[in-house]
């Protein structure tokens, strides 16, 4: 038998006699607070926290401009599934091989997917910048403190999105290093050349989300279409050059015991990197749900939408690299860093013709990278706007006539340059900290995941907002009771090693380094998040 949600009601009206923050889920823009009128009918509210961390004025908000096709690009672009493939599908040649690639595809593009549609039925209820540490705190386990889960929640979301807004001006700088080798083979790089040419790539990407905010919109439907043409100009340069690999290998070939370890299971699991983390970071889109017009809508559309497709181009890709991948071995040593480079060097016989396409590639994660500068400023904005960072008076501030949090775009971009001076003494420290990334993010999607899955099986949640999973109610359960166990398999698979045994160097620092940001974030609320964070929140019935 269908069951039915419980009904929540929002009015617009100030707690404890001051404006609430304005984390932008009115379809206007306007900031309100959302109260919850629980069984016997009164309203519960949760504020808290220094009156000026919640006074706040018109300057706060956001100019909603993006409509549904430059919303479902700006999610396209910035997965930049097969390029993310391209960079990354070394690690699954060590752990599981040809066929993880293709099965894990598929598993990942399922997993994700459901994932997104879990999230995106919360979106539809709450449209918030805030995402997931507004919801756990909506969701929170009866008899604790709603405050504090939202809090721990936000450092955990906004250190994920900082790790990995520094990764990809790496990878470009690797993108450039790997192309000068491949041109000139007494070239010897150094870490401090990939720090410099990060920062080359990180300039453009920082001016145009201080400068060209009205360019979105049309940059974000050039840059997805781009994305898929330059997907069919790799498929054609691969199918027509490159010496073909046989069905077998493609679907069949299994690598096992190259990494060290003995279990088949496990490295099956640690092969999957590859393809989690090009389909992950839908929750971007929710950080913009303040500039998105129809939101409630939109936004759980354009996440659904963009992680599709993303799996569709991701999977096409990998059955063409598999097929045109050429020697493993010579590939997999390569001294460019990159295989790809070496897969398009022994399809094209062309040192230039190789280095055009890497430079396809680059362009398509430098719009990735504007892509997510703008929506890690703006969950650093509406975190700001809650009290729960430091200095959060000026980090909400909206400016007057850009109109967008510039000084969260600052703080952002400072953040990823700093991390990028770090493979100048060390290239393993560098990628110790940015492999929180894709941990983090998915210990943030489980969260709430987990916590409206047991709301839903109580028959105790908010109300379904304008879209849901469409079917009948066990259809949606279905899929949120998949999207759980996929989150939480990733969560383990992803703090697993690569290689074993395990050394400082080859150690997977993602566990240990998630462990150590849970322990700041509860240091820093019994310091002070427990006096400045303040999140009015709908509190569900009893």
């Known amino acids: 038998m269908e069951l039915e949600s419980k009904t929540a009601h929002f009015v617009d009206e100030p707690v404890n006699g001051s404006s609430p923050p304005s984390d932008g889920v009115s379809e206007e823009g306007v900031p309100h607070s959302r109260e919850h009128t629980g069984k016997e009918g009164h309203l519960h509210t949760i504020g808290g926290g220094s009156a000026n961390n919640r006074s706040r004025g018109p300057v706060d908000k956001l ?84 405050r504090f889960w939202g809090y721990f929640q936000g450092w955990l979301t906004t250190f994920a999105w900082n790790a990995a807004c520094a990764l990809n001006p790496f990878l470009m700088g690797s993108m450039i290093q790997g192309c000068i080798i491949l041109c000139n083979e007494s070239y010897v790089p150094q870490g401090w050349h ?13 001016f145009c989300n201080i400068y060209a905010r009205r360019l979105i ?34 679907f069949e ?46 936004v759980p559309q354009a996440m659904v939408g963009s992680t599709a497709l993303s799996s569709v181009v991701m999977f096409a890709f990998i059955i063409v690299l598999l097929f045109c991948i050429g020697d493993v071995d010579t590939v997999s040593a390569t001294a460019t860093g990159l295989p790809i480079i070496e897969t398009l060097y022994q399809a094209t016989n062309s040192k230039a013709g190789t280095v055009f396409l890497v430079t396809c590639i680059y362009f398509i994660i430098g719009a990735s990278q504007f892509n997510i500068l703008a929506s890690v400023s703006r969950l650093a904005w509406a975190f700001a706007k809650d ?91 279905m899929v949120n009771i998949f999207a759980f166990a996929w989150g939480w398999y990733c969560v383990f698979s992803l703090c697993l090693p690569t290689l074993m045994p395990v050394t400082a160097a080859n150690m997977n620092w993602a566990g240990p380094i998630l462990a150590a940001v849970m322990v700041i974030a509860v240091t820093q609320w019994f310091v002070s998040g427990n006096k400045n964070f303040v999140l009015p929140k709908d509190e569900l019935d009893e």
């Not at 040419?197 to 920082?206: D, F, K, R, W």
């Not at 919109?217 to 046989?246: G, K, Q, Y």
């Not at 501030?397 to 400072?414: D, E, F, K, M």
């Open 63 to 146: 100019d909603r401009y993006l409509s549904a096709k430059p919303i479902i690009s700006f999610g396209l672009t910035l997965q930049a599934s097969w390029e993310a493939v391209a960079l990354s599908f070394q690690s699954t040649l060590l752990n599981g091989g040809p066929s993880t690639l293709v099965y894990g595809a598929i598993l990942s593009a399922f997993g994700s997917t459901a994932m997104a549609a879990t999230l995106g039925e919360m979106a539809s209820m709450q449209p918030c910048v805030g995402a997931q540490y507004r919801w756990t705190a909506l969701l929170a386990p009866r008899g604790t403190n709603p």
């Open 217 to 250: 919109a049309p940059l974000e439907i050039a840059s997805a279409v781009l994305h898929v043409l330059l997907l069919i100009v790799f498929v054609v340069v691969l199918t027509c050059m490159a010496r073909r690999s046989t069905s077998d290998f493609v």
């Open 194 to 206: 990939t720090t410099l040419l990060a920062y080359a790539s990180m300039a453009l990407p920082i």
């Open 253 to 298: 070939t299994s690598f096992y015991g190259i990494s060290g370890w003995s279990n088949q299971g496990i490295q099956w699991s640690v092969g999957l990197l590859a393809v989690i983390f090009p389909i992950g970071g839908y929750d971007a889109i929710l950080h913009m749900a303040d500039e998105v017009k129809d939101a409630k809508r939109k």
């Open 387 to 477: 009290g729960g960072l430091p200095f959060s008076d000026k980090l909400s501030q909206v400016h007057p006539t850009l109109r967008i949090p510039i000084n969260a775009v600052a703080l952002t971009s400072t953040i990823c340059l700093l991390i990028n001076i770090i493979p100048v003494g060390s290239t393993t420290a560098f990628y110790a900290l940015t492999s929180l990334s894709t941990l983090a993010l998915y210990f943030s999607y489980c969260v709430p995941a987990t916590l409206i899955l047991m709301r839903k099986l109580e028959n105790n949640f908010p109300a379904y907002g304008p879209w849901k999973i469409a079917g009948p109610y066990w259809v949606g359960l």
